[in-house]
């Protein structure tokens, strides 16, 4: 499985911006997708997920603020974030895991806040 994400950029305090990232391959069934995000000196963390159901779930510093979607026929997960905070500046990372636990990772995206 290959995710390949996009979106991001810089954006001022209190403004929108949207991510995407799409799954690719062959034969891959997918239990789950999600955004993680790295900030510099910070450990990675959980953002948003969302499982084939459509249950979803967020960091508790982004609910209110951030919605995740997924397209499934097109094997893509959304993340739609507004009134953006300067603590939100990270690397995002689009995550995947398969009903077998397999863990995929796409490219980090540059998300940046600041006026």
């Known amino acids: 499985v290959q995710l390949q994400a996009s979106g991001g950029g810089l954006v001022q305090p209190g403004g929108s911006l949207s991510l995407s990232c799409a799954a690719s391959?062959?034969?891959?069934?997918?239990?789950?997708m999600g955004w993680y995000r790295q900030a510099p000196g910070k450990q990675r963390e959980l953002v948003a997920g969302i499982v084939a159901g459509g249950s979803t779930n967020y960091a508790d510093s982004v609910k209110g603020r951030f919605t995740i979607s997924r397209d499934r026929a097109r094997n893509t997960v959304y993340l739609q974030m507004n009134d953006l905070k300067p603590e939100d500046t990270a690397a995002y990372y689009c995550h995947a895991v398969n009903w077998g636990d397999d863990n995929y990772w796409g490219q980090g995206t540059l998300v940046t806040v600041s006026s």
């Open positions: 391959g062959s034969g891959f069934n997918l239990k789950a």
